[in-house]
C-alpha cells in the first residue's frame, strides 16, 4: 500500500514522499518524534498520520476466517435480511403495492413533484406511521423532520397523528375481539414527540447538520427515518458556482447513503421540479440536475393526472417502474377515491 | 526522490561512508543519482581511499532499481497469456454480448456509462448473477449508492438457471448466492481500502477454489465526483490512483473490472461521460447506454474499445 493512498492532507503526503517514506511499511517502526523531525511538522500531525498509516497497515495481514473480508456481506445473507425488514407503509394501499410494501430501510428514496402536488404531507405522514408499534406491524421507530422550506406544519401533523391512531384501535378491535388487554397505548402527543424537527435556514446549515446526523443518531439509536423537505430548496438559491454545488450535493449524498447503511434506517429526500429543454420542448423534470440524478436509490415522481394525484417509480434497482393513484385527505395520504369506485364496478 | 539515507536499512553497504561521498557531489536522493553522469561519479570513486566500497555501493544502488520494474515479456508469451488467463465473460444479456463479441473480457476495465435510470445498474446485476451463475466465479460488488438489490439477482439467478429451485436445487441457489460478495463504499479511500484486501486475499482464494472473476464498481463516478474539481491536484491524483489499481487488479489477477460512470450535459445539451478528459483515457472499453422512457428496449454503443470500431450499437431490454 502506498502513502499516497492515504486520507491526509496533499502538503502532508508531499512532505512524506519527499523524505523518503513512500510505503506504508517504512512507517509502520516509527516513532512520532522521528517522523516529526524528518518532515519538519509538529508532533501531533506525525502523531495523526503515524495513525492513520498502522489503521490502513493492520488490513495488510490477510483474512484468515473466511476467505471474505469483513465489512462485505454475501447476496444470500442480504436476501434474508431484507426479507426480515419491515418497510415503512405510506398509508396509501396502491402506493405502497408499486414501492413493494413502503418505503425500504437502508435505502435513499427522493420524491419529486410540483407545488402542492402533496410532498409535504407524504413527508408528515411518513413520520408519523414509522412510529406505529411492532404489534401492528410497524417499525416502532423515531422519526428526523429536516425542514427547509418551513413548510412543516405542527397541527396537521396532530390530525394525521390522531387519524393514525384511530386507524389502530379500529384495525384492533377487527381482529383481536377477544384480546382486551391489548390496547392502544399510543397518543397522538406520544407521536409529536417522538418527531425529531430541524428547521434549516441556509444551505451551510443544511451541511452541517447532516455531517452532525451520525453522532445525533448514535444518540437516538431508534431513528428509523430521516426525511429532509425539501432537499434543493437553498441549493436553488444564490449559487453561482454550478460545480461547487455538484460537489457539495454529491457530498451530502453519500453521507445519507452511509447513515442509511449504517444505522439501517430509510431516508426519504424531497425534490423540486424544473423546466428541461429537451427535443425542441420544455419538459418537466426533478431539479439538481444530471449528477444528483445518480445520487438516490429510488425516485418517485408525483404528479397530476386530471384531477388526480399519482405517483410514478421512475428509477429503483428492484421494483418496476409502474404508477399508481394516491389522494390527499383530512387523515393524511389515503387510496385514491375514484380508484375505490372503480373497484367496486369490477 | 527517496533519499539514499532511507536505503541505508536494508543495504549495509550504502554506509554514511558512502552517503557523505554522494552528498560532496550533490547528490541525495535516487533521483539525484540517476540524473548524475555515472562514469564520472565512479572516476571521482576511484580517487577516494575506499574506491572499491564506493563502487559496490554504486552497483549496488543501480542494481536495486533494476528490481523496480517488472521482468519482460515476449509477443508470444503475451498471446499465451491472453488466451489461457483471459477469459470472456458473458454478461447473460444477449445484446450486449453480440455487441462485444461476447462480453466481458478478463483483465479489461469494461465503463458503462449512461444518464440516470438508463438501465446500468441493471447491466452489473445481470451480469453479476451470469457470472456467479454459468461460470462459477465469484462476484465483488462495491456499491456507492445502496442499489444492490439481493431482491433482483435472486429473480435473475432463477431466470438464468432456467428453473425454479426445488428443495435439491436449493443448495446450488444458496452456494450461487454466497459467491456474489457486496461492500458498501462511500468514499474513495475506503474503496482503496477494500481492494487492497482483496489483492492480499487472492492467494487464500485461489487455494479454495473460489477465484474472483469479476469485480463491480457501481458507481465509480459518485465516489471522484466530490472530491474533483477542488483546489488543487489530489483529487486528480487519487482518481488516476483509483484507475490504476483497477487496472493493475485486473491483469495480474485476471479480472474482468465493470465500473458504472454518469453522464453531464455537454456542449449544447448533448449528455457526454462524466469525469473529463484524464479519466477518459482510463477504461479499456468504453459503452454508452440510453434509454427510451415509456418502453423497454434500451440502446448500447461502443465508444472505445481496443480491437474493435467504435461506433457499433445494439438494442437490448430488460
Known amino acids: 500500500m502506498e502513502v499516497g493512498r492515504l486520507p491526509i492532507s496533499a502538503s502532508q503526503r508531499g512532505k512524506l514522499i519527499s523524505a523518503g517514506y513512500t510505503t506504508l511499511a517504512s512507517l509502520s517502526s516509527l516513532s512520532p518524534s522521528d517522523l516529526a523531525r524528518d518532515l519538519k511538522i509538529p508532533e501531533s500531525e506525525a502523531l495523526e498520520i503515524l495513525k492513520v498509516a498502522s489503521h490502513d497497515c493492520r488490513l495488510d495481514q490477510p483474512d484468515k476466517s473466511n476467505g471474505i473480508f469483513t465489512g462485505a456481506q454475501t447476496a444470500w445473507e442480504m436476501l434474508h435480511e431484507e426479507q426480515s425488514f419491515p418497510r415503512i407503509t405510506t398509508s396509501c394501499a396502491d402506493l405502497d403495492n408499486i414501492l413493494g410494501g413502503g418505503i425500504n430501510c437502508k435505502e435513499v428514496t427522493e420524491i419529486g413533484g410540483v407545488p402542492g402536488i402533496g410532498k409535504t404531507q407524504l413527508g ?9 408499534p411492532v404489534d401492528f406491524g410497524g417499525l416502532g421507530g423515531k422519526a428526523v423532520y429536516i425542514d427547509t422550506e418551513g413548510s412543516f406544519m405542527v397541527e396537521r401533523a396532530l390530525q394525521i397523528a390522531e387519524a393514525s391512531v384511530l386507524d389502530m384501535s379500529h384495525y384492533n378491535e377487527l381482529l383481536r375481539k377477544e384480546l382486551r388487554t391489548c390496547q392502544v397505548e399510543i397518543q397522538p402527543t406520544d407521536i409529536l414527540k417522538n418527531i425529531f424537527y430541524f428547521r434549516i435556514c441556509s444551505y451551510t446549515e443544511q451541511i452541517a447538520l447532516i455531517n452532525h446526523l451520525d453522532k445525533f443518531i448514535l444518540e437516538h439509536k431508534d431513528v428509523k427515518i430521516v426525511i429532509i423537505d425539501s432537499v434543493t430548496f437553498h441549493f436553488r438559491q444564490d449559487f453561482e458556482d454550478l460545480a461547487l454545488r455538484t460537489r457539495l450535493l454529491g457530498g451530502m449524498a453519500l453521507k445519507l447513503m452511509n447513515l442509511a447503511n449504517k444505522y439501517n434506517l430509510a431516508v426519504v429526500i424531497f425534490n423540486q421540479v424544473t423546466t428541461k429543454h429537451k427535443e425542441g420542448s420544455f419538459q418537466l423534470s426533478l431539479a439538481l440536475g444530471d ?25 429503483s434497482p428492484s421494483l418496476k417502474s409502474a404508477s399508481a393513484p394516491f389522494s390527499v385527505t383530512r387523515k393524511g395520504i389515503r387510496n385514491s377515491a375514484s380508484n375505490h369506485k372503480r373497484i367496486k364496478l369490477m | 526522490m527517496a533519499p539514499l539515507k532511507a536505503l541505508e536499512a536494508e543495504y549495509r553497504i550504502l554506509d554514511p561512508n558512502f552517503q557523505a561521498f554522494c552528498a560532496s557531489h550533490g547528490i541525495f536522493s535516487v533521483e539525484d543519482f540517476l540524473i548524475h553522469d555515472l562514469y564520472e561519479l565512479a572516476a571521482f570513486a576511484e580517487q577516494q581511499p575506499t574506491s572499491e566500497k564506493l563502487k559496490q555501493g554504486i552497483t549496488q544502488v543501480l542494481s536495486i532499481m533494476d528490481t523496480q520494474h517488472q521482468p519482460w515479456l515476449n509477443g508470444m508469451e503475451l498471446l499465451d497469456d491472453a488466451l489461457h488467463n483471459k477469459h470472456v465473460l458473458s454478461t447473460g444479456c444477449e445484446g450486449i454480448d453480440l455487441l462485444l463479441g461476447g462480453g466481458l473480457r478478463e483483465g479489461q476495465l469494461t465503463e458503462l456509462v449512461g444518464p440516470s435510470s438508463c438501465g446500468k ?10 457470472v456467479a451463475t454459468k461460470h462459477m466465479g465469484n462476484v465483488v460488488y462495491l456499491d456507492t449508492g445502496n442499489s444492490f438489490s439481493p431482491q433482483r439477482i435472486a429473480q435473475f439467478v432463477g431466470h438464468i438457471a432456467g428453473h425454479a429451485f426445488d428443495e435439491a436445487g436449493k443448495g446450488i441457489f444458496q452456494r450461487i448466492m454466497n459467491s456474489i460478495v457486496c461492500h458498501s463504499v462511500f468514499d474513495i479511500f475506503t474503496m482503496f481500502n477494500v481492494l487492497h484486501r482483496l489483492v492480499i486475499n487472492f492467494p487464500s482464494q485461489l487455494q479454495k477454489g473460489g477465484q474472483v472473476r469479476l469485480l463491480i464498481v457501481d458507481s465509480i463516478s459518485s465516489l471522484i465526483t466530490p472530491i474533483l474539481g477542488n483546489s488543487g491536484s489530489q483529487g486528480r491524483a487519487l482518481m488516476i490512483s483509483a484507475g490504476y489499481m483497477l487496472k493493475k487488479l485486473a491483469h495480474e489477477h485476471n479480472v474482468a473490472v465493470l465500473v458504472t460512470n454518469h453522464t453531464v450535459g455537454g456542449e449544447r ?36 474499445h481496443p480491437s474493435m470500431a467504435s461506433g457499433k450499437a445494439a438494442n437490448f431490454s430488460i
Open chain 1, 124 to 132: 408528515i405522514q411518513l413520520a408519523v406511521n414509522v412510529q406505529i
Open chain 1, 291 to 315: 449528477s444528483w440524478s445518480h445520487c438516490c436509490t429510488n425516485r418517485v415522481i408525483l404528479y397530476w393526472n386530471g384531477d388526480e394525484r399519482n405517483a410514478h417509480i421512475d428509477k
Open chain 2, 121 to 130: 445498474t441493471q447491466v452489473c446485476l445481470l451480469a453479476a448473477s451470469n
Open chain 2, 269 to 304: 445539451g448533448i449528455p457526454k461521460p462524466a469525469l473529463g478528459q484524464t479519466w477518459k483515457s482510463i477504461p479499456h472499453v468504453r459503452l454508452l447506454l440510453s434509454g427510451d422512457h415509456g418502453n423497454n428496449v434500451r440502446s448500447i454503443s461502443v465508444l472505445r
